[in-house]
């Protein structure tokens, strides 16, 4: 494995590790599992690559967090408002999006940037580390405004929603509010990945984010496998990890001629095998 597989899969990691964080913050601060994510991973590609042809690279990144949360407030409000499983509104949702986005890209499957001036052409005459260096300041912002965020009263309050709803009601906070806040800040960062991922691979693709909710997942769990304190920037710490680990074990993967094509399901054995794990942990300290 040569040092230039490793920038890219060390990339790649950052950019889902942003994705990571943003699902962080629907599947364990607020406890609920959302599948609007492979549906907004992909809105951030087409957002970021429609702006970024127009000459936007930067307005891009912020349209596609924007659209995000937008994505974010539609599954909220039919989980809070139309009272629909959480479950199934992110289903609505993703499904909705996969036609709105292959209308934001003009009705094309994919669309190209190469050629066109992104976030990373600047720094082409640094290479082979700018990129990198790059997407984990992008990483280090977001977790560190993830990290006050959550500390905050409004942080606490989201926080206190997941942990015990019935206790956030008597205590006059709208919980439901709570609920299409985090989802919307969820589906934004998730769209803001899948904004920076379109432009450093330089193309956009309606499944591009076919998967993404496994991988965030994947992420979790790896990162809290080997990080298990609960404090809130140990947790967004191993999110971070995991991240990086999980595309570390997939660039192995390929490196030792495991097909591409099985990337998806050896992702769901990751998930999968982690689950098991982390029951068994649990399952030996209850018996000790």
């Known amino acids: 494995m ?10 790649l990691g950052g950019i889902f590790a942003i994705m990571s964080l943003g699902l962080y913050l629907s599947y364990k601060i607020l406890n609920l599992p959302d599948l609007t994510v492979d549906g907004s991973f992909t809105l951030g590609c087409a957002v970021s690559a429609v ?11 912020c349209a596609a967090f924007i659209a995000g949360m937008l994505a974010g407030l539609v599954t909220g409000l ?22 709105i986005n292959l209308k934001i890209m003009n009705d ?43 500390k905050t009263q409004l942080g606490l309050a989201l926080r206190a929603c997941g ?29 803001l990945s899948g904004a920076i991922y379109a432009q450093h691979q330089s193309f956009a693709d309606s499944q591009s984010g076919t998967g993404m909710m496994v991988i965030g997942l994947a992420s979790i769990i790896i990162g809290m496998a080997f990080i298990k304190k609960d404090q809130i ?46 029951k068994l942990k649990i399952r030996r300290k209850k018996v000790c």
């Open 51 to 61: 702006l970024t042809l127009s000459g936007h690279p930067y307005l891009a990144l």
């Open 163 to 191: 942990d015990n709803e019935d206790m956030v009601k008597a205590s006059s906070i709208n919980a439901d509010l709570m609920k299409i806040l985090g989802l919307s800040l969820s589906n934004g960062l998730v769209a």
């Open 233 to 278: 920037h140990y947790q967004l710490l191993a999110v971070t990890i995991g991240a990086f680990i999980y595309r570390g074990i997939l660039t192995l993967a390929l490196q030792m001629g495991i097909p591409s094509t099985d990337l998806k399901l050896l992702s769901a054995l990751l998930v999968v095998l982690a689950l098991i794990l982390t």
């Open 78 to 99: 039919l989980t809070t408002k139309l009272k629909i499983a959480s479950l199934l509104a992110g289903i609505l949702t993703m499904t909705g999006l996969y036609s």
């Open 108 to 150: 094309s499957p994919n669309l190209s940037l190469f050629g066109s001036t992104t976030i990373f052409t600047p720094l082409t005459n640094f290479e082979p580390y700018s990129q990198f260096l790059l997407i984990i300041m992008f990483v280090a912002v977001i977790f560190g405004v993830l990290y006050y965020f959550l």
């Open 2 to 11: 040569n040092m230039i597989v490793i920038i890219g899969a060390l990339e």
